[in-house]
Protein backbone atom coordinates (compact mmCIF):
# COMPACT_ATOMS: atom_id res chain seq x y z
CA UNK A 1 0.00 0.00 0.00
CA UNK A 2 1.75 3.40 -0.73
CA UNK A 3 2.27 5.83 1.92
CA UNK A 4 -0.25 8.42 2.55
CA UNK A 5 1.68 11.37 2.28
CA UNK A 6 -1.72 13.45 3.83
CA UNK A 7 -1.95 11.54 6.91
CA UNK A 8 -1.26 14.16 8.84
CA UNK A 9 -4.21 16.23 7.39
CA UNK A 10 -7.67 16.02 8.92
CA UNK A 11 -10.19 14.32 6.78
CA UNK A 12 -10.67 11.17 4.76
CA UNK A 13 -10.28 10.08 1.59
CA UNK A 14 -13.91 9.67 0.44
CA UNK A 15 -15.37 6.59 -1.54
CA UNK A 16 -13.49 4.28 -3.39
CA UNK A 17 -12.38 5.64 -6.66
CA UNK A 18 -14.27 8.66 -6.85
CA UNK A 19 -13.45 10.04 -3.50
CA UNK A 20 -15.66 12.86 -2.50
CA UNK A 21 -16.62 13.78 -6.18
CA UNK A 22 -20.16 13.33 -6.30
CA UNK A 23 -20.85 15.10 -3.36
CA UNK A 24 -18.72 17.95 -4.48
CA UNK A 25 -20.69 17.88 -7.86
CA UNK A 26 -24.22 17.96 -5.98
CA UNK A 27 -23.22 20.00 -3.36
CA UNK A 28 -20.16 21.20 -3.02
CA UNK A 29 -21.57 23.62 -0.52
CA UNK A 30 -22.80 20.89 1.95
CA UNK A 31 -19.55 19.00 1.65
CA UNK A 32 -16.93 21.39 2.81
CA UNK A 33 -19.08 23.08 5.85
CA UNK A 34 -19.47 19.37 6.94
CA UNK A 35 -15.58 18.90 6.58
CA UNK A 36 -15.16 22.60 8.41
CA UNK A 37 -17.22 21.60 11.05
CA UNK A 38 -15.90 18.02 11.73
CA UNK A 39 -12.20 19.27 10.91
CA UNK A 40 -11.76 22.73 10.97
CA UNK A 41 -10.32 25.00 8.72
CA UNK A 42 -7.71 22.85 7.39
CA UNK A 43 -9.13 19.34 5.30
CA UNK A 44 -8.22 16.87 2.61
CA UNK A 45 -10.77 16.05 0.26
CA UNK A 46 -10.33 13.83 -3.16
CA UNK A 47 -11.99 15.66 -6.10
CA UNK A 48 -12.14 14.90 -9.89
CA UNK A 49 -9.19 12.37 -9.64
CA UNK A 50 -7.27 14.99 -7.31
CA UNK A 51 -5.99 14.13 -3.69
CA UNK A 52 -5.83 17.98 -1.64
CA UNK A 53 -5.52 20.13 0.83
CA UNK A 54 -8.48 22.52 1.20
CA UNK A 55 -8.01 25.57 3.31
CA UNK A 56 -10.53 28.00 4.30
CA UNK A 57 -8.79 31.14 6.03
CA UNK A 58 -7.80 34.44 4.50
CA UNK A 59 -4.75 33.99 5.40
CA UNK A 60 -3.70 30.60 3.94
CA UNK A 61 -5.90 32.63 0.66
CA UNK A 62 -3.18 35.08 1.00
CA UNK A 63 -0.59 32.61 0.81
CA UNK A 64 -1.86 30.34 -2.00
CA UNK A 65 -2.82 33.13 -4.36
CA UNK A 66 0.63 35.11 -4.01
CA UNK A 67 2.80 32.28 -3.94
CA UNK A 68 5.77 33.62 -3.09
CA UNK A 69 8.04 30.59 -4.27
CA UNK A 70 6.13 29.94 -7.44
CA UNK A 71 5.29 26.76 -6.35
CA UNK A 72 1.68 26.20 -7.25
CA UNK A 73 0.71 25.63 -10.56
CA UNK A 74 -2.67 27.02 -11.61
CA UNK A 75 -2.74 24.84 -14.84
CA UNK A 76 -2.10 21.82 -12.78
CA UNK A 77 -4.90 22.34 -10.55
CA UNK A 78 -7.45 23.41 -12.87
CA UNK A 79 -6.39 21.06 -15.87
CA UNK A 80 -8.28 17.76 -14.24
CA UNK A 81 -11.72 19.60 -14.86
CA UNK A 82 -11.43 22.36 -17.54
CA UNK A 83 -7.87 20.64 -19.04
CA UNK A 84 -9.22 19.37 -22.19
CA UNK A 85 -12.27 21.58 -22.75
CA UNK A 86 -10.58 24.80 -22.18
CA UNK A 87 -6.89 24.25 -22.99
CA UNK A 88 -4.20 27.25 -22.64
CA UNK A 89 -6.22 29.74 -21.44
CA UNK A 90 -4.62 32.38 -18.94
CA UNK A 91 -5.94 30.48 -15.89
CA UNK A 92 -3.58 27.07 -17.49
CA UNK A 93 -0.95 28.80 -18.10
CA UNK A 94 1.92 29.19 -14.66
CA UNK A 95 4.65 31.82 -14.17
CA UNK A 96 6.60 33.19 -17.30
CA UNK A 97 4.84 31.65 -19.49
CA UNK A 98 1.42 32.81 -17.79
CA UNK A 99 2.91 36.02 -17.34
CA UNK A 100 4.24 36.67 -20.91
CA UNK A 101 0.38 35.85 -22.33
CA UNK A 102 -1.13 37.91 -19.75
CA UNK A 103 0.92 40.67 -20.97
CA UNK A 104 0.07 40.48 -24.18
CA UNK A 105 -3.58 40.16 -22.94
CA UNK A 106 -3.60 42.89 -20.91
CA UNK A 107 -3.81 45.37 -24.25
CA UNK A 108 -7.31 44.72 -24.67
CA UNK A 109 -8.37 45.05 -20.98
CA UNK A 110 -6.31 48.57 -20.80
CA UNK A 111 -8.26 51.68 -20.23
CA UNK A 112 -8.89 52.92 -23.53
CA UNK A 113 -10.42 48.75 -24.67
CA UNK A 114 -12.65 48.99 -21.53
CA UNK A 115 -13.99 52.39 -22.65
CA UNK A 116 -14.58 51.27 -26.08
CA UNK A 117 -16.71 48.06 -24.41
CA UNK A 118 -18.82 50.67 -22.39
CA UNK A 119 -20.48 52.03 -25.16
CA UNK A 120 -20.95 48.89 -26.53
CA UNK A 121 -22.24 46.93 -23.49
CA UNK A 122 -24.94 49.99 -23.40
CA UNK A 123 -26.01 49.59 -26.76
CA UNK A 124 -26.58 45.90 -26.78
CA UNK A 125 -27.88 46.39 -22.97
CA UNK A 126 -30.30 48.61 -24.27
CA UNK A 127 -31.49 46.95 -27.06
CA UNK A 128 -32.51 43.93 -25.01
CA UNK A 129 -34.20 45.58 -22.60
CA UNK A 130 -36.26 48.17 -24.34
CA UNK A 131 -38.89 45.99 -25.31
CA UNK A 132 -38.91 43.62 -22.29
CA UNK A 133 -43.05 43.06 -21.68
CA UNK A 134 -44.49 43.51 -17.65
CA UNK A 135 -44.76 39.54 -16.38
CA UNK A 136 -42.95 36.34 -15.66
CA UNK A 137 -39.61 35.84 -16.20
CA UNK A 138 -36.53 33.43 -15.87
CA UNK A 139 -33.73 35.70 -14.83
CA UNK A 140 -31.38 33.64 -15.12
CA UNK A 141 -32.58 32.36 -18.69
CA UNK A 142 -32.82 36.10 -19.66
CA UNK A 143 -29.13 37.53 -18.06
CA UNK A 144 -27.96 34.66 -20.08
CA UNK A 145 -29.48 35.67 -23.46
CA UNK A 146 -28.33 39.34 -22.73
CA UNK A 147 -24.86 38.36 -21.69
CA UNK A 148 -24.20 35.62 -24.14
CA UNK A 149 -25.41 38.68 -26.92
CA UNK A 150 -22.70 40.86 -25.26
CA UNK A 151 -20.26 38.88 -25.41
CA UNK A 152 -20.83 38.02 -29.24
CA UNK A 153 -21.00 41.81 -29.83
CA UNK A 154 -18.77 43.59 -27.92
CA UNK A 155 -15.71 40.80 -26.95
CA UNK A 156 -16.19 38.83 -30.26
CA UNK A 157 -17.06 41.71 -32.79
CA UNK A 158 -20.40 40.13 -34.76
CA UNK A 159 -23.57 39.51 -33.81
CA UNK A 160 -24.03 35.82 -34.05
CA UNK A 161 -27.62 35.91 -35.37
CA UNK A 162 -28.45 32.13 -36.28
CA UNK A 163 -24.80 31.08 -35.45
CA UNK A 164 -25.86 32.43 -31.66
CA UNK A 165 -28.08 29.03 -30.85
CA UNK A 166 -25.41 26.60 -31.82
CA UNK A 167 -22.19 28.81 -30.13
CA UNK A 168 -24.43 28.44 -27.16
CA UNK A 169 -24.64 25.07 -27.27
CA UNK A 170 -20.80 24.23 -27.94
CA UNK A 171 -20.06 26.04 -25.03
CA UNK A 172 -22.84 24.80 -22.56
CA UNK A 173 -21.80 21.47 -23.54
CA UNK A 174 -17.68 22.19 -22.46
CA UNK A 175 -18.97 23.38 -19.16
CA UNK A 176 -21.17 20.76 -18.30
CA UNK A 177 -18.67 18.33 -19.45
CA UNK A 178 -15.56 19.96 -17.19
CA UNK A 179 -17.34 18.84 -13.94
CA UNK A 180 -18.79 15.40 -15.17
CA UNK A 181 -16.90 12.31 -13.06
CA UNK A 182 -17.12 10.08 -15.94
CA UNK A 183 -14.05 11.49 -17.87
CA UNK A 184 -13.94 9.00 -21.30
CA UNK A 185 -15.39 9.89 -24.38
CA UNK A 186 -17.58 7.38 -24.84
CA UNK A 187 -20.44 7.93 -27.26
CA UNK A 188 -23.47 9.64 -26.01
CA UNK A 189 -21.50 10.81 -22.90
CA UNK A 190 -21.21 14.18 -21.28
CA UNK A 191 -17.68 14.24 -21.59
CA UNK A 192 -17.97 13.91 -25.37
CA UNK A 193 -20.36 15.98 -26.19
CA UNK A 194 -18.16 18.71 -24.39
CA UNK A 195 -15.05 17.46 -26.51
CA UNK A 196 -17.12 18.32 -29.60
CA UNK A 197 -18.42 21.01 -28.48
CA UNK A 198 -14.82 22.41 -27.94
CA UNK A 199 -14.42 21.34 -31.61
CA UNK A 200 -17.19 23.55 -32.34
CA UNK A 201 -16.17 26.71 -30.60
CA UNK A 202 -12.47 26.45 -32.04
CA UNK A 203 -13.88 26.25 -35.55
CA UNK A 204 -15.99 29.31 -35.28
CA UNK A 205 -13.59 31.45 -33.30
CA UNK A 206 -10.14 29.93 -35.93
CA UNK A 207 -12.08 31.28 -38.89
CA UNK A 208 -12.69 34.83 -36.91
CA UNK A 209 -9.35 35.07 -35.87
CA UNK A 210 -7.95 34.64 -39.84
CA UNK A 211 -11.02 37.37 -40.88
CA UNK A 212 -9.77 40.00 -38.11
CA UNK A 213 -6.39 39.90 -39.38
CA UNK A 214 -6.89 40.55 -42.64
CA UNK A 215 -8.96 43.52 -41.10
CA UNK A 216 -8.15 46.90 -39.76
CA UNK A 217 -7.84 46.69 -35.97
CA UNK A 218 -11.42 47.41 -34.37
CA UNK A 219 -12.25 47.82 -30.84
CA UNK A 220 -14.01 44.45 -30.36
CA UNK A 221 -12.07 42.03 -27.84
CA UNK A 222 -10.93 39.81 -30.35
CA UNK A 223 -9.85 42.08 -32.45
CA UNK A 224 -7.45 43.61 -29.89
CA UNK A 225 -6.02 40.60 -29.22
CA UNK A 226 -5.72 39.39 -33.07
CA UNK A 227 -3.89 42.42 -33.40
CA UNK A 228 -1.85 42.34 -29.76
CA UNK A 229 1.74 41.94 -29.67
CA UNK A 230 4.37 40.69 -27.77
CA UNK A 231 7.22 42.67 -26.23
CA UNK A 232 9.41 41.51 -29.07
CA UNK A 233 6.26 43.19 -31.87
CA UNK A 234 4.89 39.64 -32.63
CA UNK A 235 1.60 38.81 -33.15
CA UNK A 236 0.65 35.72 -31.20
CA UNK A 237 -0.10 32.52 -32.97
CA UNK A 238 -3.59 32.22 -34.13
CA UNK A 239 -4.21 28.98 -32.21
CA UNK A 240 -3.23 30.65 -29.05
CA UNK A 241 -5.68 33.54 -29.96
CA UNK A 242 -7.87 30.71 -30.11
CA UNK A 243 -7.94 28.72 -27.10
CA UNK A 244 -7.79 32.43 -25.07
CA UNK A 245 -10.58 33.28 -26.34
CA UNK A 246 -12.69 30.09 -25.56
CA UNK A 247 -11.16 30.50 -22.64
CA UNK A 248 -12.50 34.05 -22.26
CA UNK A 249 -15.86 33.10 -23.17
CA UNK A 250 -15.95 30.65 -20.02
CA UNK A 251 -14.09 33.28 -17.72
CA UNK A 252 -16.97 36.04 -18.85
CA UNK A 253 -20.04 34.72 -19.89
CA UNK A 254 -21.41 32.12 -16.58
CA UNK A 255 -19.62 33.88 -14.30
CA UNK A 256 -21.07 37.56 -14.99
CA UNK A 257 -24.60 35.46 -15.83
CA UNK A 258 -24.65 34.11 -12.28
CA UNK A 259 -23.97 37.36 -10.54
CA UNK A 260 -26.70 39.09 -12.57
CA UNK A 261 -29.15 36.90 -11.73
CA UNK A 262 -28.59 36.28 -7.81
CA UNK A 263 -28.04 40.09 -7.69
CA UNK A 264 -31.41 40.66 -9.11
CA UNK A 265 -33.28 38.02 -7.39
CA UNK A 266 -31.92 39.34 -4.05
CA UNK A 267 -32.92 42.71 -4.96
CA UNK A 268 -36.21 41.01 -5.78
CA UNK A 269 -37.00 39.42 -2.93
CA UNK A 270 -35.77 42.79 -0.78
CA UNK A 271 -37.68 45.78 -2.16
CA UNK A 272 -35.82 48.29 0.60
CA UNK A 273 -32.23 47.55 -1.15
CA UNK A 274 -33.75 47.91 -4.34
CA UNK A 275 -35.59 51.03 -3.96
CA UNK A 276 -31.91 52.05 -2.79
CA UNK A 277 -30.31 51.22 -6.11
CA UNK A 278 -33.08 52.57 -8.47
CA UNK A 279 -32.87 55.58 -6.79
CA UNK A 280 -29.08 55.61 -7.90
CA UNK A 281 -29.79 54.07 -11.18
CA UNK A 282 -32.58 56.51 -11.80
CA UNK A 283 -30.12 59.94 -10.88
CA UNK A 284 -27.79 58.33 -13.89
CA UNK A 285 -30.63 60.10 -16.33
CA UNK A 286 -30.26 56.76 -19.00
CA UNK A 287 -26.03 57.43 -19.41
CA UNK A 288 -24.04 54.65 -20.13
CA UNK A 289 -22.60 53.44 -17.09
CA UNK A 290 -18.58 54.05 -16.96
CA UNK A 291 -16.28 52.87 -14.52
CA UNK A 292 -16.27 56.68 -13.07
CA UNK A 293 -20.00 55.88 -11.85
CA UNK A 294 -19.25 53.84 -9.61
CA UNK A 295 -18.55 55.76 -6.40
CA UNK A 296 -21.65 57.70 -7.42
CA UNK A 297 -23.63 53.86 -7.48
CA UNK A 298 -22.84 52.98 -3.86
CA UNK A 299 -25.77 51.21 -3.26
CA UNK A 300 -25.58 49.15 -5.89
CA UNK A 301 -21.97 48.35 -6.24
CA UNK A 302 -22.77 46.92 -2.57
CA UNK A 303 -25.76 45.00 -4.08
CA UNK A 304 -23.49 43.74 -6.43
CA UNK A 305 -20.55 42.69 -3.68
CA UNK A 306 -23.13 41.24 -1.48
CA UNK A 307 -23.99 38.94 -4.64
CA UNK A 308 -20.64 37.82 -4.90
CA UNK A 309 -20.01 37.45 -1.47
CA UNK A 310 -23.23 35.18 -1.15
CA UNK A 311 -22.52 33.09 -4.26
CA UNK A 312 -19.36 33.35 -5.61
CA UNK A 313 -19.34 32.83 -9.51
CA UNK A 314 -15.47 30.89 -9.46
CA UNK A 315 -15.83 29.06 -5.81
CA UNK A 316 -13.00 27.27 -5.89
CA UNK A 317 -9.44 28.18 -7.24
CA UNK A 318 -7.44 24.93 -6.85
CA UNK A 319 -3.74 24.49 -7.21
CA UNK A 320 -1.12 22.03 -7.81
CA UNK A 321 2.38 21.54 -5.14
CA UNK A 322 4.90 20.92 -7.96
CA UNK A 323 6.96 20.74 -4.44
CA UNK A 324 6.86 20.71 -0.92
CA UNK A 325 5.23 24.09 0.61
CA UNK A 326 4.14 24.84 3.95
CA UNK A 327 0.71 26.89 4.13
CA UNK A 328 0.22 28.10 7.34
CA UNK A 329 1.79 26.06 8.93
CA UNK A 330 1.20 22.81 7.52
CA UNK A 331 3.13 20.93 5.11
CA UNK A 332 1.80 19.95 1.70
CA UNK A 333 3.61 17.46 -0.39
CA UNK A 334 4.53 17.79 -4.05
CA UNK A 335 2.07 16.48 -5.88
CA UNK A 336 -0.84 17.47 -4.24
CA UNK A 337 -3.88 19.89 -4.69
CA UNK A 338 -4.39 23.10 -2.65
CA UNK A 339 -7.49 24.21 -2.55
CA UNK A 340 -8.78 28.12 -2.17
CA UNK A 341 -12.72 28.28 -1.51
CA UNK A 342 -14.27 31.64 -1.71
CA UNK A 343 -17.75 29.75 -1.51
CA UNK A 344 -16.68 28.85 1.92
CA UNK A 345 -14.68 31.64 3.00
CA UNK A 346 -17.23 34.21 1.78
CA UNK A 347 -19.77 32.63 4.54
CA UNK A 348 -17.64 31.66 7.12
CA UNK A 349 -18.99 32.66 10.46
CA UNK A 350 -15.50 33.48 12.34
CA UNK A 351 -15.59 36.05 10.03
CA UNK A 352 -19.53 37.17 8.64
CA UNK A 353 -22.22 38.24 10.38
CA UNK A 354 -25.23 36.09 9.99
CA UNK A 355 -23.31 34.81 6.76
CA UNK A 356 -26.58 33.50 4.70
CA UNK A 357 -28.40 36.82 4.95
CA UNK A 358 -28.70 39.14 2.44
CA UNK A 359 -26.96 42.32 3.79
CA UNK A 360 -25.35 44.60 1.45
CA UNK A 361 -24.84 47.11 4.30
CA UNK A 362 -22.42 45.03 5.75
CA UNK A 363 -19.59 46.72 3.09
CA UNK A 364 -20.86 50.07 3.95
CA UNK A 365 -18.49 52.17 5.91
CA UNK A 366 -18.74 51.47 9.93
CA UNK A 367 -19.03 47.96 9.11
CA UNK A 368 -16.93 46.88 6.46
CA UNK A 369 -16.75 43.55 7.49
CA UNK A 370 -15.03 42.52 3.97
CA UNK A 371 -11.61 44.47 5.49
CA UNK A 372 -10.76 42.51 8.02
CA UNK A 373 -8.24 40.80 5.92
CA UNK A 374 -7.12 41.64 2.26
CA UNK A 375 -7.96 38.30 1.45
CA UNK A 376 -11.20 37.18 3.11
CA UNK A 377 -13.57 38.91 0.37
CA UNK A 378 -12.09 37.29 -2.80
CA UNK A 379 -14.64 37.31 -5.63
CA UNK A 380 -12.22 37.62 -8.34
CA UNK A 381 -9.13 35.86 -7.04
CA UNK A 382 -5.79 37.23 -6.28
CA UNK A 383 -2.09 37.59 -7.31
CA UNK A 384 -1.12 36.60 -10.73
CA UNK A 385 -3.97 35.07 -11.67
CA UNK A 386 -6.54 37.90 -10.31
CA UNK A 387 -9.48 37.95 -13.00
CA UNK A 388 -8.10 39.90 -15.48
CA UNK A 389 -11.77 40.99 -17.06
CA UNK A 390 -13.18 42.20 -12.92
CA UNK A 391 -13.48 45.94 -14.75
CA UNK A 392 -15.41 44.50 -17.37
CA UNK A 393 -17.48 42.50 -15.22
CA UNK A 394 -18.38 45.41 -13.63
CA UNK A 395 -18.84 47.60 -15.53
CA UNK A 396 -21.14 45.11 -17.38
CA UNK A 397 -23.44 43.83 -14.54
CA UNK A 398 -24.42 47.55 -13.30
CA UNK A 399 -24.81 48.66 -17.02
CA UNK A 400 -27.69 46.08 -16.90
CA UNK A 401 -28.94 46.37 -13.38
CA UNK A 402 -29.30 49.93 -14.33
CA UNK A 403 -31.54 49.70 -17.49
CA UNK A 404 -32.99 47.39 -15.95
CA UNK A 405 -34.23 48.61 -12.27
CA UNK A 406 -34.71 52.73 -14.13
CA UNK A 407 -37.98 52.32 -15.23
CA UNK A 408 -39.21 48.72 -13.51
CA UNK A 409 -39.83 46.94 -10.32
CA UNK A 410 -39.02 43.76 -10.17
CA UNK A 411 -40.62 41.25 -7.22
CA UNK A 412 -40.17 37.42 -6.50
CA UNK A 413 -41.69 35.14 -4.63
CA UNK A 414 -39.89 34.48 -1.08
CA UNK A 415 -41.64 30.88 -1.12
CA UNK A 416 -40.08 29.66 -4.52
CA UNK A 417 -37.62 28.04 -2.79
CA UNK A 418 -35.12 28.97 -5.25
CA UNK A 419 -31.67 26.48 -5.16
CA UNK A 420 -28.31 27.60 -6.59
CA UNK A 421 -26.12 24.78 -7.62
CA UNK A 422 -22.71 26.13 -6.80
CA UNK A 423 -20.48 24.09 -8.91
CA UNK A 424 -18.51 24.74 -11.59
CA UNK A 425 -20.35 28.31 -11.71
CA UNK A 426 -23.63 29.13 -9.59
CA UNK A 427 -27.08 28.31 -11.42
CA UNK A 428 -30.66 27.57 -10.37
CA UNK A 429 -31.82 24.11 -10.24
CA UNK A 430 -35.24 24.93 -11.63
CA UNK A 431 -36.46 27.95 -12.77
CA UNK A 432 -35.71 31.74 -11.17
CA UNK A 433 -38.86 33.39 -11.49
CA UNK A 434 -39.43 36.86 -11.16
CA UNK A 435 -42.04 39.87 -11.70
CA UNK A 436 -41.12 42.36 -13.67
CA UNK A 437 -43.79 45.66 -13.23
C1 LIG B 1 -18.51 38.56 -11.99
C2 LIG B 1 -17.78 38.07 -12.95
C3 LIG B 1 -16.45 37.39 -12.76
C4 LIG B 1 -15.92 36.77 -11.66
C5 LIG B 1 -16.50 36.64 -10.28
C6 LIG B 1 -14.60 36.28 -12.04
C7 LIG B 1 -13.74 35.60 -11.17
C8 LIG B 1 -12.48 35.16 -11.52
C9 LIG B 1 -11.56 34.48 -10.63
C10 LIG B 1 -11.83 34.13 -9.17
C11 LIG B 1 -10.44 34.20 -11.32
C12 LIG B 1 -9.16 33.53 -10.78
C13 LIG B 1 -9.30 32.04 -10.59
C14 LIG B 1 -8.06 31.43 -9.99
O1 LIG B 1 -7.12 32.12 -9.61
O2 LIG B 1 -8.05 30.20 -9.85
C15 LIG B 1 -10.64 34.71 -12.66
C16 LIG B 1 -9.71 34.61 -13.66
C17 LIG B 1 -9.93 35.09 -14.93
N1 LIG B 1 -11.01 35.81 -15.40
FE1 LIG B 1 -12.63 36.32 -14.34
N2 LIG B 1 -14.38 36.59 -13.34
C18 LIG B 1 -15.47 37.29 -13.82
C19 LIG B 1 -15.63 37.83 -15.07
C20 LIG B 1 -14.69 37.84 -16.05
C21 LIG B 1 -14.81 38.50 -17.32
C22 LIG B 1 -15.98 39.38 -17.73
C23 LIG B 1 -13.67 38.20 -18.02
C24 LIG B 1 -13.26 38.63 -19.40
C25 LIG B 1 -13.89 39.48 -20.16
C26 LIG B 1 -12.85 37.36 -17.18
C27 LIG B 1 -11.62 36.83 -17.55
C28 LIG B 1 -10.80 36.10 -16.71
C29 LIG B 1 -9.52 35.55 -17.14
C30 LIG B 1 -8.90 35.62 -18.53
C31 LIG B 1 -8.98 34.92 -16.01
C32 LIG B 1 -7.63 34.21 -15.91
C33 LIG B 1 -6.61 35.21 -15.41
C34 LIG B 1 -5.22 34.64 -15.27
O3 LIG B 1 -5.07 33.42 -15.12
O4 LIG B 1 -4.27 35.43 -15.29
N3 LIG B 1 -13.49 37.16 -15.99
N4 LIG B 1 -11.89 35.29 -12.75
Known amino acids: MPMDLLAHVPGDRGWPVVGHTLSFVHDAAGLVERHRRAHGDVFRMRVLGREGVTFLTPQATREIYLDPGKVLSSERGWSSSIGPLFRNGLMLRDFDDHHRHRRVMQQAFSRAALTGYVDAIHDVTDRHLRGLPAGDVDVYVLMKRLTLDIAAEVFVGVSLGQQSERVNRAFQAAVAASITPLRVAVPGS ?89 EEVRALGGAPVTPADHGRLEHTTRAMQEALRLSPPVPFSPRHALADVEITGVRVPAGHGVNVSSLALHRHPDWWTLPDAFDPDRFAPGREEHKQHSHLFVPFGGGAHLCIGNHVAEVMVKAIVARLLAGRRVTADPAAGVVIRPVPIPKPRGPMLLTVR
Open 190 to 278: TYRRGLRGRAELTRVFGELVAQRRREEPRGDLLSRLSHATTEDGELLPVDDVVDHMVFLMLAAHDTTTSTLAVMLWQLALHPAEQDRVA
